[in-house]
């Protein structure tokens, strides 16, 4: 199993169509800027640097599915240094979890939304305190910004039109070295209602920018 393979979405007709993640790219990020400017000032190569950042994390959700599904997960594709930090955010998982008992209904699932043509894979959708809730893993080293609810409610519209149904919708994060344990933050109905419309306009910019036809402005 290639664990830092990720998978190309097709709709019913066999096309690529983008990422979440693909269409929230056009939105400016400038904390980002002043991150890599502080780490080139540093002497760091700061994408390199995020690319080690994002397989911890990609290597920490890989942890958890396995977890959910009682699989034994393979680590051999990561680094000695990559799986202390992925264990470190894997613990205050569980550690949450003993306090939030959940009942898995699906992990990491690659699904599609035929009406807005994007794909996602949601983190976790399971049972949680009688409600039916979709959690959105994050590792990074501080905080919880807009994008990341803009992703989740990109995952909660896909998770909808898959058939399911969402009560709660949250981000858990699971930081980086930190000594906190998992920040969790719940979002509003309208709030995600509102980040699924800044998503589905990025969604059209993406689409703009490669030559395509805006879509979901005409579904509105």
Same mark, same amino acid.
């Given at each position: 199993?290639?664990?830092?393979?990720?998978?190309?979405?097709?709709?019913?007709?066999?096309?690529?169509?983008?990422?979440?993640?693909?269409?929230?790219?056009?939105?400016?990020?400038?904390?980002?800027?002043?991150?890599?400017?502080?780490?080139?000032?540093?002497?760091?190569?700061?994408?390199?640097?995020?690319?080690?950042?994002?397989?911890?994390?990609?290597?920490?959700?890989?942890?958890?599915?396995?977890?959910?599904?009682?699989?034994?997960?393979?680590?051999?594709?990561?680094?000695?240094?990559?799986?202390? $930090?992925?264990?470190? *955010?894997?613990?205050?998982? !569980?550690?949450?979890?003993? &306090?939030?008992?959940?009942?898995? +209904? /699906?992990? %990491?699932?690659?699904?599609?939304?035929?009406?807005?043509?994007?794909?996602?894979?949601?983190? $976790?959708?399971?049972? *949680?305190?009688?409600?039916? !809730?979709?959690?959105?893993? &994050?590792?990074?080293?501080?905080? +919880? /910004?807009? %994008?990341?609810?803009?992703?989740?409610?990109?995952?909660?519209?896909?998770?909808?039109?898959?058939?399911?149904?969402?009560?709660?919708?949250?981000?858990?994060?699971?930081?980086?070295?930190?000594?906190?344990?998992?920040?969790?933050?719940?979002?509003?109905?309208?709030?995600?209602?509102?980040?699924?419309?800044?998503?589905?306009?990025?969604?059209?910019?993406?689409?703009?920018?490669?030559?395509?036809?805006?879509?979901?402005?005409?579904?509105?």
């Amino acid at each position: 199993m290639r664990v830092k393979a990720h998978p190309k979405y097709q709709n019913a007709a066999g096309d690529v169509i983008p990422s979440v993640t693909a269409a929230l790219s056009e939105l400016n990020k400038p904390a980002l800027v002043s991150w890599a400017n502080k780490l080139g000032l540093r002497g760091i190569d700061s994408n390199r640097y995020r690319d080690a950042l994002a397989d911890v994390g990609t290597l920490t959700h890989y942890l958890i599915m396995c977890w959910l599904q009682e699989e034994i997960p393979d680590t051999s594709e990561f680094t000695e240094e990559q799986i202390v $930090l992925a264990n470190e *955010c894997f613990k205050k998982y !569980v550690e949450w979890e003993q &306090k939030n008992p959940v009942k898995c +209904i /699906f992990s %990491e699932k690659p699904l599609i939304s035929e009406r807005y043509q994007y794909g996602g894979t949601p983190d $976790l959708y399971a049972v *949680c305190t009688s409600e039916l !809730v979709l959690v959105d893993f &994050k590792t990074s080293a501080s905080g +919880i /910004f807009p %994008e990341m609810m803009y992703q989740l409610s990109a995952y909660r519209n896909l998770v909808c039109e898959a058939g399911y149904r969402v009560t709660k919708a949250m981000i858990l994060r699971l930081g980086r070295g930190s000594q906190e344990g998992a920040e969790e933050k719940t979002f509003t109905e309208y709030e995600l209602d509102n980040g699924f419309e800044i998503f589905t306009r990025c969604l059209d910019i993406y689409r703009l920018k490669r030559g395509g036809e805006p879509l979901c402005t005409r579904l509105v």
